[in-house]
């Protein structure tokens, strides 16, 4: 009964929100039942009923080569660096950007950062190709300027930990980093003011008021990022490194492998497999994540 | 009245959502009392594609009360586009097929040796048994394939610049090991030249004497030795010694630095490179070209039948369809139907052609050049009967025979007809897979050393699972070979 008073005195806001809730359910919740092909061998004419059940077999090879270690190390290192340098790094753009004001210059300079966001990893790869082709490159030129010998870097495996996450800043960084500038924007002027009459220089206000005002929204994406840490960013994992196998012992990733596995047919169940695999890791790490908040900051938590 | 407003609007809105989820599920209807055909192929789809498919229709609706509806999807995507087709299972009636034995057995397509007998007299007529054993799997015939040339034979190709101008004399030449003095040569007096343009795709291997079994990953035939056994071919010595000369090349500076990676040669001049030729092929392609891109070839093996080959492109009725006699009906003309046939592909008389005087030329209108500006084209090679078609501008009077000259004298493997049934060896496949682009482009192209990397690859494949696949692969074959 109390439930239904609830209902209807909120009937407006339910409406609005039911758009919301039924794409939710359509999209997100009923291709659920999908996940059940994981444990099939999944046949299109059979169709997801008349399909055979096997239990666990489409996940033995994701666990059937000596570079399961590789692959989980790989996704997890690379996105817990994304993750946590680049929160630094955007949290510092968007301060250097909201210490400079509004300028012209200023505002070319975000237009410039945020560019890259929109442009595919598909481009982005020749991108970086220029910079890193042998013959070609803008890298190799300058080594050869220099007086260096000119170095193959699709068979570096050493240099790539650092390319790939050079890539993935100058394509991210700009983006991720507009979520910290709208919250620098939307802290109270009278705290800046009420730090100047102080006598709080420019570093000092940083300091002591818009970091520590950042720290909840820095949580938030920490805890959203969690979930997922278990995918790689594909075009970045593939196209940049043009699949170069030299490099697959630091570029391999859960989902490259997957894609080199199984390009040839396609086999739905261990597709399926694998997303339900990574999505289970990745719930349980978000929910790690949000525990975590919970005991040190419980402010910050989300839920 | 604020209030009313809301509650309108957010109504309308959840209302649109719903409808957009049914308007997705309305069945399309089809024109009239004709069946409409619908038709995946490979190719483009050009300016005036639905003009040659309303005139295919005319003409359908005619002889066999029915209509054609064609899609075609470029090289690039088709496969990727079927998978998503067939996977959700769409409803459409014929296709070419892609990945044959791994479709069939997902159940992709309908069995053919009845429809055949009844509507595809003029397909079964046409074409030889060994062509049909392609097509088998588990001895059922599931596609029909395109009658053409089946053959291939691998070449190497060679600047003629500058083989005229060092006067190189190839006679000897038996096997890509025999280049190498060329290649030195050319590496000390043509510094702007690679010596060859050998990369990290898996045409180097077609070099070797091996007849290579699809899904596989490793397996193959020795194409001059015994053909009951499979043998792993990265583990043989053939295979060891073609990777140390790709080693020793690659540090000789024979190949690009970044051949293992590399994936077009438009960037770089080179001298030498590798492809397959068919029957007059060599003229089409000197014809019209620069003198500086003119090409020698040299042939290193005898032009083989493969299994392979023959699957690429045939044409399969889809599990889904509505009405599998009369797709069958229009592929048997597609295959007898010299109209039809030179309709599909070189579009309409008149218009896209114009016959020469010999009556079996074609020229295309004043001012295309090539078919390529052509407003429209199909394939030529991906379905029905390739013989019954007119001759493209330039070709010689007799293609045809020698096309089937050339098939009859090809070397039919034996293993036609084999396909290697891969269905509970997935988990190992994917991992090999993954072994094997790890690898092999840097092997084959010499970028790694081959002193540690192939020991180490042989490991990691077994790790992955090899031994078990080989068992499986020579049990399958020992008893498609009894039957």
């Not at chain 2, 193959?220 to 990265?234: C, E, P, Q, R, T």
Request: charge should be negative; include cysteine; proline fraction near 4%.
């Amino acid at each position: 009964m109390k439930f239904l008073k609830e209902v209807y005195k909120n009937k407006v806001l339910l409406l609005m929100t039911l758009p919301v809730t039924v794409l939710l359910i359509l999209l997100n919740y009923c291709p659920m039942f999908g996940a059940l092909m994981a444990f099939q061998d999944f046949k299109a004419y059979k169709g997801f009923f008349g399909s055979e059940w096997v239990g666990f077999k489409n996940f033995e090879f994701l666990f059937k080569t000596s570079d399961a270690w590789i692959i989980t190390r790989n996704t997890l290192c690379y996105n817990l660096v994304f993750i946590i340098l680049g929160a630094i790094l955007a949290v510092i753009l968007a301060i250097i950007f909201d210490l400079l004001g509004k300028t012209r210059l200023n505002t070319v300079n975000q237009i410039l950062v945020l560019f890259p966001h929109f442009i595919s990893w598909v481009v982005g790869s020749y991108f970086v190709y220029t910079v890193l082709s042998f013959d070609k490159g803008i890298l190799n030129g300058i080594i050869e300027f220099f007086g260096g010998t000119p170095i193959n870097w699709y068979n570096e495996p050493k240099a790539w930990p650092f390319i790939l996450p050079i890539a993935h800043f100058w394509k991210g960084i700009g983006y991720s980093s507009i979520i910290y500038y709208s919250s620098i924007k939307g802290i109270s002027l009278d705290y800046y003011e009420a730090a100047k009459i102080d006598g709080a220089g420019w570093f000092q206000q940083v300091r002591y008021i818009t970091v520590p005002m950042l720290k909840s929204i820095v949580i938030v994406m920490l805890i959203l990022h969690m979930g997922s840490v278990f995918r790689s960013d594909f075009g970045l994992f593939y196209l940049v490194t043009r699949n170069s196998g030299a490099l697959y012992n630091v570029t391999s990733t859960i989902d490259t492998y997957v894609y080199n596995g199984l390009t040839q047919g396609s086999n739905l169940g261990m597709t399926a497999a694998t997303g339900l695999y990574q999505s289970i890791v990745a719930c349980i790490l978000v929910i790690t994540t949000n525990a975590i908040v919970r005991k040190v900051s419980p402010d910050d938590a989300m839920f | 009245m604020k209030k009313k407003m809301v509650k309108l609007i957010s109504l309308a809105l959840a209302l649109v959502l719903c409808l957009a989820v049914f308007s997705g599920c309305e069945k399309k209807t089809s024109d009239g009392e004709y069946y409409e055909i619908v038709w995946y192929n490979l190719g483009d789809t050009t300016k005036d594609h639905e003009l040659v498919n309303e005139k295919i229709n005319e003409y359908l609706k005619e002889k066999i009360g029915a209509t054609v509806k064609m899609i075609n999807f470029g090289y690039a995507d088709y496969e990727e586009k079927m998978k998503l087709i067939m996977n959700s299972g769409e409803e459409f009636d014929l296709c070419r097929v892609v990945n044959f034995a791994h479709n069939v057995d997902g159940g992709a397509y309908l069995p053919l040796n009845d429809l055949l007998e009844s509507h595809g007299q003029g397909i079964l007529e046409v074409l030889p048994e060994y062509a049909w054993d392609v097509a088998k799997y588990d001895g059922e015939i599931y596609a029909a394939p395109s009658n053409k040339d089946w053959g291939t034979q691998y070449v190497i190709g060679c600047k003629k610049s500058l083989v005229e101008k060092y006067n190189f004399d190839f006679s000897n030449v038996k096997s890509l090991a025999d280049m190498e003095p060329f290649l030195e040569i050319i590496k000390k007096n043509e510094p702007t030249y690679y010596p060859t343009d050998l990369r990290g795709n898996d045409y180097i291997k077609k070099l070797l004497p091996f007849e290579h079994i699809n899904n596989s990953v490793l397996g193959a035939f020795d194409l001059h030795g015994d053909y009951s056994k499979v043998v792993n071919w990265i583990e043989t010595d053939v295979a060891k010694d073609f990777f140390d000369m790709m080693h020793r090349w690659y540090q000789k500076g024979y190949l690009r630095p970044d051949a293992d990676t590399a994936t077009t040669s438009n960037d770089i001049k080179f001298f030498m490179n590798c492809m397959e030729l068919i029957p007059y092929q060599e003229e089409q392609l000197n014809a019209e070209k620069p003198e500086d891109e003119l090409r020698v070839f040299i042939n290193i093996e005898e032009p083989i039948i493969t299994t392979a080959y023959i699957q690429a492109s045939m044409q399969a009725i889809s599990r889904t369809s509505k009405n599998p006699e009369k797709t069958m009906e229009f592929l048997n003309l597609l295959y007898t139907d010299e109209y039809l046939h030179n309709l599909y592909v070189y579009g309409i008389e008149g218009q896209h052609y114009f016959l020469e005087d010999d009556g079996i030329t074609i020229r295309y209108p004043d001012g295309v050049k090539s078919v390529t500006e052509n407003d429209y084209r199909g394939e030529a090679y991906t379905q029905g009967n390739r013989y019954l078609l007119k001759l493209s501008p330039g070709s010689p009077a007799d293609l045809w025979d020698a096309y089937a000259k050339f098939n009859e004298e090809s070397f039919k493997s034996p293993m036609l007809g084999f396909t290697f049934d891969i269905s509970n060896l997935s988990s190992e496949i994917a991992a090999m897979n993954n072994v094997y682009k790890q690898y092999m482009p840097g092997l084959t192209t010499g970028v790694l050393d081959p002193a540690t990397a192939l020991p180490e690859a042989i490991e990691k494949f077994k790790i992955a699972g090899s031994e078990k696949v080989f068992e499986e692969l020579q049990r399958q074959y020992d008893e498609w070979k009894k039957k």
